[in-house]
């Protein structure tokens, strides 16, 4: 009797498909059986690329005569430390009895490629192949996912994506590391000192290194600037506000030189002096040229995506990104979210037509059950597929992360950090179900002789979306960070008596003035990457947008992949290139990590260009789209490798680095050098 194997990608996720599958099959060594099917696993990848010397032993030393390394045909090899669940796998995949596969590995190009390596060193052959696609690990999902599975053949491209997405870090990796090291290896080891190192560079890794040094540069060079702003202080019913002074038309020091802005003096005595001019009639009074009402409404945001989440956690619980895709790949394994490398932050019209589901689920979650339920009663769940909240163009493999409301018993197991991070996409998810915030704008206009001052006031009327949005465990009530967070600019908060009063307000109103007064400010530096802001950047390719609705209209690639980011940022600080604040999660270089940076800067300067690495990211997925074929994606690799391997052959800057070494290493502190304990008698041998 022929049987189906079930492959997944890890041992966990095996156990959810024998679950749902009901097969009640013995557990065996690497694999579970029973009557009509198989379920196996690998152990994330059980299959890795070679390293050059098993091409040929030459490529073992470094030397500029083999490089640039580009091979006809890559060679492949299973990883030591698994070779055991390997042959397993092997061993199920070859079976006789075994005709139908199905792939259950992560649905996503990592997936893919985890997969069809096996696949290819098991020489798999006449058998039929199917690709399970699923969004989460509920029971009705897996079940959903086997028996809506497709000929693997559909994800060829996908997986041709896969294949060149690590041929392309291989190339660059083996060949840009190689030729910097010999070329500049020495400057590099000998102006730090200490034990030798190689030069690590990265498609990826590298582009990222130079945004954290520009950012660092940048602040470096700042000069503050004093600015010197009028003020007035109104008097309104027992109430007082601030108008703030801007040199409009009509103003005696419109477009004049010595405002630092319209709104600001360069010096403060050309402030002094206008207060002096507009002090001379008494009493000081100012009319009311102008006044504007209007209601305000604020939607919700859209829902998290992996790079969205990962800022979010960044900014609330101080983790890195790296922790916060561990702890919601354990919420996605525990049944608990729906995928999480997911690049997408709205929900595809087949799933909002089955939303209900997710959030009668959560009724029985006690920090949101309540705001459930609310949803529930609004019945605003049956019109999402008709909002921004849904579009099947905005996603590609996954839609965003929300709440399967399933699996609430695994809570508890879990860590207060983990707990609170699945409460944050919860409320993030019910927000969507929840009328937008409205507030009340007020905007005045006064005017001192022929000087004008501005007000604005914002106040919270209907906290709509706001009220379930904020978590339990946060400082601040709903209506507070609402007043937070949607104050923008120079408006401000005012109580209900002062709103009342403005409202009255009319133009020709004539008002008094308590006095005038300077306020000083200063400009402020560029702020440095933090690790959820360095993972936003990467996601828009370089651009620092952290305002949702313009990160949504950048259009291209970014650098990396949801799936990556987190472990490329890990890395630099693992090689120590960049460093990072565990309590405050900002990253700054390190001199080592600058000195790369000038290294490369120097040779190959295109692999610190933002655009170009999110250009590489775009080009895999035309042929992930079938747009291009992987041989015109091959050609340009290997023309780009073998063009910048010669730039650096030809290049000798080793004394034009030293300058750019010195002028970074002065905001660094110097590594002491360990002291060398002179020997009390002389060697029997010289030291190796």
Same mark, same amino acid.
Request: glycine share 6%; proline share 4%; charged share 25%.
């Given at each position: 009797?022929?049987?189906?194997?079930?492959?997944?990608?890890?041992?966990?996720?095996?156990?959810?498909?024998?679950?749902?599958?009901?097969?009640?099959?013995?557990?065996?060594?690497?694999?579970?059986?029973?009557?009509?099917?198989?379920?196996?696993?690998?152990?994330?990848?059980?299959?890795?690329?070679?390293?050059?010397?098993?091409?040929?032993?030459?490529?073992?030393?470094?030397?500029?005569?083999?490089?640039?390394?580009?091979?006809?045909?890559?060679?492949?090899?299973?990883?030591?430390?698994?070779?055991?669940?390997?042959?397993?796998?092997?061993?199920?995949?070859?079976?006789?009895?075994?005709?139908?596969?199905?792939?259950?590995?992560?649905?996503?190009?990592?997936?893919?490629?985890?997969?069809?390596?096996?696949?290819?060193?098991?020489?798999?052959?006449?058998?039929?192949?199917?690709?399970?696609?699923?969004?989460?690990?509920?029971?009705?999902?897996?079940?959903?996912?086997?028996?809506?599975?497709?000929?693997?053949?559909?994800?060829?491209?996908?997986?041709?994506?896969?294949?060149?997405?690590?041929?392309?870090?291989?190339?660059?990796?083996?060949?840009?590391?190689?030729?910097?090291?010999?070329?500049?290896?020495?400057?590099?080891?000998?102006?730090?000192?200490?034990?030798?190192?190689?030069?690590?560079?990265?498609?990826?890794?590298?582009?990222?290194?130079?945004?954290?040094?520009?950012?660092?540069?940048?602040?470096?060079?700042?000069?503050?600037?004093?600015?010197?702003?009028?003020?007035?202080?109104?008097?309104?019913?027992?109430?007082?506000?601030?108008?703030?002074?801007?040199?409009?038309?009509?103003?005696?020091?419109?477009?004049?030189?010595?405002?630092?802005?319209?709104?600001?003096?360069?010096?403060?005595?050309?402030?002094?002096?206008?207060?002096?001019?507009?002090?001379?009639?008494?009493?000081?009074?100012?009319?009311?040229?102008?006044?504007?009402?209007?209601?305000?409404?604020?939607?919700?945001?859209?829902?998290?995506?992996?790079?969205?989440?990962?800022?979010?956690?960044?900014?609330?619980?101080?983790?890195?990104?790296?922790?916060?895709?561990?702890?919601?790949?354990?919420?996605?394994?525990?049944?608990?979210?729906?995928?999480?490398?997911?690049?997408?932050?709205?929900?595809?019209?087949?799933?909002?037509?089955?939303?209900?589901?997710?959030?009668?689920?959560?009724? #029985?979650?006690?920090? $949101?059950?309540? =705001? *459930?339920?609310?949803? %529930?009663?609004? &019945?605003?769940?049956? @019109? !999402?597929?008709?909002?921004?909240?849904?579009?099947?163009?905005?996603?590609?493999?996954?839609?965003?992360?929300?709440?399967?409301?399933?699996?609430?018993?695994?809570?508890?197991?879990?860590?207060?950090?983990?707990?609170?991070?699945?409460?944050?996409?919860?409320?993030?998810?019910?927000?969507?179900?929840?009328?937008?915030?409205?507030?009340?704008?007020?905007?005045?206009?006064?005017?001192?002789?022929?000087?004008?001052?501005?007000?604005?006031?914002?106040?919270?009327?209907?906290?709509?979306?706001?009220?379930?949005?904020?978590?339990?465990?946060?400082?601040?009530?709903?209506?507070?960070?609402?007043?937070?967070?949607?104050?923008?600019?120079?408006?401000? #908060?005012?109580?209900? $008596?002062?709103? =009342? *009063?403005?409202?009255? %307000?009319?133009? &020709?109103?004539?008002? @008094? !003035?308590?006095?005038?007064?300077?306020?000083?400010?200063?400009?402020?530096?560029?702020?440095?990457?933090?690790?959820?802001?360095?993972?936003?950047?990467?996601?828009?390719?370089?651009?620092?947008?952290?305002?949702?609705?313009?990160?949504?209209?950048?259009?291209?690639?970014?650098?990396?992949?949801?799936?990556?980011?987190?472990?490329?940022?890990?890395?630099?600080?693992?090689?120590?290139?960049?460093?990072?604040?565990?309590?405050?999660?900002?990253?700054?270089?390190?001199?080592?990590?600058?000195?790369?940076?000038?290294?490369?800067?120097?040779?190959?300067?295109?692999?610190?260009?933002?655009?170009?690495?999110?250009?590489?990211?775009?080009?895999?997925?035309?042929?992930?789209?079938?747009?291009?074929?992987?041989?015109?994606?091959?050609?340009?690799?290997?023309?780009?490798?073998?063009?910048?391997?010669?730039?650096?052959?030809?290049?000798?800057?080793?004394?034009?680095?030293?300058?750019?070494?010195?002028?970074?290493?002065?905001?660094?502190?110097?590594?002491?050098?360990?002291?060398?304990?002179?020997?009390?008698?002389?060697?029997?041998?010289?030291?190796?």
């Amino acid at each position: 009797m022929s049987k189906a194997l079930y492959i997944a990608e890890k041992p966990s996720v095996a156990q959810e498909f024998a679950k749902a599958l009901k097969s009640g099959g013995q557990r065996r060594d690497g694999y579970m059986e029973s009557d009509t099917c198989v379920v196996t696993w690998c152990v994330g990848h059980l299959v890795t690329m070679s390293y050059p010397e098993k091409y040929d032993l030459k490529y073992k030393r470094w030397s500029l005569d083999t490089l640039p390394f580009l091979p006809r045909d890559f060679k492949y090899e299973v990883i030591p430390g698994v070779e055991k669940q390997f042959q397993i796998v092997k061993g199920l995949l070859n079976r006789p009895d075994i005709d139908t596969i199905y792939v259950c590995t992560d649905s996503g190009r990592e997936g893919e490629y985890i997969y069809r390596l096996v696949a290819q060193m098991a020489g798999v052959k006449n058998k039929t192949q199917k690709r399970v696609w699923i969004d989460s690990q509920t029971e009705e999902e897996i079940l959903r996912g086997i028996r809506e599975a497709k000929d693997i053949s559909e994800y060829d491209n996908l997986a041709a994506a896969a294949y060149l997405r690590a041929k392309e870090d291989y190339l660059m990796g083996i060949n840009f590391s190689r030729v910097l090291t010999l070329r500049y290896g020495n400057s590099v080891t000998n102006y730090l000192g200490g034990k030798y190192q190689a030069i690590s560079v990265g498609r990826v890794m590298t582009c990222v290194l130079g945004m954290v040094v520009r950012r660092e540069r940048e602040i470096r060079a700042f000069v503050k600037t004093p600015f010197y702003r009028v003020m007035s202080s109104i008097a309104l019913e027992g109430e007082s506000f601030e108008g703030e002074w801007r040199a409009v038309e009509g103003s005696r020091y419109f477009q004049s030189p010595v405002l630092y802005k319209e709104n600001g003096f360069k010096k403060k005595e050309d402030a002094e002096r206008l207060i002096q001019e507009l002090s001379m009639g008494q009493p000081l009074v100012c009319t009311v040229e102008k006044v504007e009402r209007k209601k305000e409404n604020k939607n919700p945001p859209l829902l998290f995506n992996l790079a969205e989440l990962q800022n979010v956690c960044s900014k609330l619980f101080k983790i890195s990104p790296d922790e916060t895709l561990s702890i919601v790949q354990d919420l996605y394994e525990k049944k608990l979210v729906t995928y999480p490398r997911t690049d997408a932050r709205v929900l595809s019209t087949a799933v909002a037509k089955e939303i209900y589901k997710n959030i009668s689920g959560l009724r #029985s979650y006690p920090q $949101a059950g309540e =705001a *459930a339920q609310g949803v %529930l009663e609004l &019945g605003t769940y049956k @019109n !999402i597929a008709k909002t921004r909240y849904t579009n099947d163009k905005q996603i590609t493999d996954h839609y965003a992360i929300i709440p399967t409301g399933q699996g609430l018993g695994a809570l508890k197991g879990l860590s207060l950090t983990a707990q609170r991070v699945y409460e944050t996409i919860v409320r993030r998810f019910l927000s969507i179900f929840y009328p937008p915030a409205v507030y009340q704008k007020v905007s005045l206009v006064t005017k001192i002789q022929n000087e004008s001052f501005f007000s604005s006031f914002k106040v919270l009327l209907s906290e709509g979306y706001l009220k379930i949005s904020t978590n339990s465990f946060a400082k601040k009530t709903a209506a507070d960070v609402g007043k937070a967070s949607e104050g923008e600019g120079e408006e401000v #908060s005012c109580d209900e $008596a002062l709103l =009342a *009063a403005l409202q009255k %307000l009319k133009k &020709g109103d004539i008002l @008094n !003035i308590n006095g005038l007064g300077i306020k000083e400010g200063e400009t402020s530096p560029p702020k440095r990457y933090n690790s959820g802001s360095m993972i936003l950047a990467m996601e828009n390719a370089g651009q620092l947008i952290e305002d949702e609705d313009l990160r949504s209209q950048i259009k291209g690639s970014g650098i990396g992949t949801s799936a990556t980011r987190a472990e490329i940022l890990k890395k630099l600080f693992n090689i120590k290139y960049l460093s990072l604040n565990k309590k405050t999660q900002v990253i700054t270089p390190t001199l080592q990590g600058e000195m790369i940076y000038d290294v490369v800067n120097c040779s190959i300067r295109q692999l610190l260009n933002p655009e170009l690495t999110a250009s590489w990211e775009k080009g895999l997925t035309y042929v992930a789209e079938g747009s291009i074929t992987e041989q015109e994606y091959m050609d340009k690799l290997e023309r780009f490798v073998r063009l910048r391997t010669k730039q650096v052959e030809d290049s000798s800057f080793q004394y034009a680095l030293r300058q750019f070494f010195d002028a970074a290493a002065q905001f660094y502190k110097k590594p002491e050098k360990p002291a060398v304990a002179k020997p009390t008698k002389k060697p029997d041998r010289k030291p190796e």
